[in-house]
């Protein structure tokens, strides 16, 4: 059972980045998924969410240059990075919300992160 996010690196503030979360679990297609980051010295927070039925929540401070989406029959989520910036630099964490039969409004299973750098 294992969540995998890739699409990470180090990048020109303005660029953009695709980052990938693959599941190996078939239960992917009816939990929600979330990306979430950690930027340097800070708690982490909530990037964006979308449900199995595609409805989008996105954080407070990534509306705008953020869009997730989903491809269930690839068991991946995926978080588009537009007009990137230095504060963006951060571990980048992909979650999901369901784990076995149980359900939550927190992030059950957590991937390993993918590092994201912008540099100025």
């Known amino acids: 059972e294992q969540l995998v996010e890739s699409g990470g690196g180090l990048v020109e503030a303005g660029e953009s980045l695709r980052l990938s979360c693959v599941d190996s679990?078939?239960?992917?297609?009816?939990?929600?998924v979330g990306w979430f980051r950690q930027q340097p010295g800070k708690e982490r927070e909530l990037v964006a969410k979308?449900?199995?039925?595609?409805?989008?929540n996105y954080g407070s401070s990534t509306k705008g240059r953020f869009t997730i989406s989903r491809d269930n029959a690839k068991n991946t989520v995926l978080l588009q990075i537009d007009s990137l910036k230095p504060e963006d630099t951060a571990i980048y964490f992909c979650?999901?919300?369901?784990?076995?039969?149980?359900?939550?409004?927190?992030?059950?299973?957590w991937g390993q992160g993918t590092q994201v750098t912008v540099s100025s």
């Open positions: 979308i449900d199995s039925s595609g409805n989008r």
């Open positions: 679990r078939s239960i992917f297609s009816t939990s929600a």
């Open positions: 979650a999901r919300y369901c784990a076995g039969s149980i359900c939550s409004v927190q992030p059950l299973k």
